[in-house]
């Protein structure tokens, strides 16, 4: 059974910063590709970036530059760095794996205030 806790967000100033966390109890994890999705009010839940079990990342082209993803396979954890954050950020942050999602959690809300 997958499970993912996420954590880390907040209302944080626009250019401000914050880490996200992601405690996956994932079988197999560490061969596993995980992302970070995040859904803004009223629109469609977007995958923003993604990490490979070796390391290999990825991201939207809205994040890229800005958001760092990366991993602890040996604490089954996920990050997401996020630096210069804009209002166009706020959403809440879910992690789960790429691409064959499994059981979302609870997610975890960012606001990004002006």
């Known amino acids: 059974q997958v499970q993912v806790v996420e954590s880390g967000g907040g209302l944080v100033q626009a250019g401000g910063s914050l880490r996200l966390s992601c405690a996956a109890s994932?079988?197999?994890?560490?061969?596993?590709?995980m992302g970070w999705y995040r859904q803004a009010p009223e629109k469609q839940r977007e995958l923003v970036a993604t990490?490979?079990?070796?390391?290999?990342?990825n991201y939207a082209d809205s994040v890229k530059g800005r958001f760092t993803i990366s991993r602890d396979n040996a604490k089954k954890t996920v990050y997401l760095q996020m630096n210069s954050l804009k209002r166009d950020d706020t959403a809440v942050y879910y992690c789960?794996?790429?691409?064959?999602?499994?059981?979302w959690g609870q997610g975890t809300q960012v606001t990004v205030s002006s």
């Open positions: 990490i490979t079990g070796s390391g290999e990342t």
């Open positions: 789960n794996l790429v691409p064959n999602v499994a059981a």
């Open positions: 994932i079988y197999m994890f560490g061969i596993r590709t």
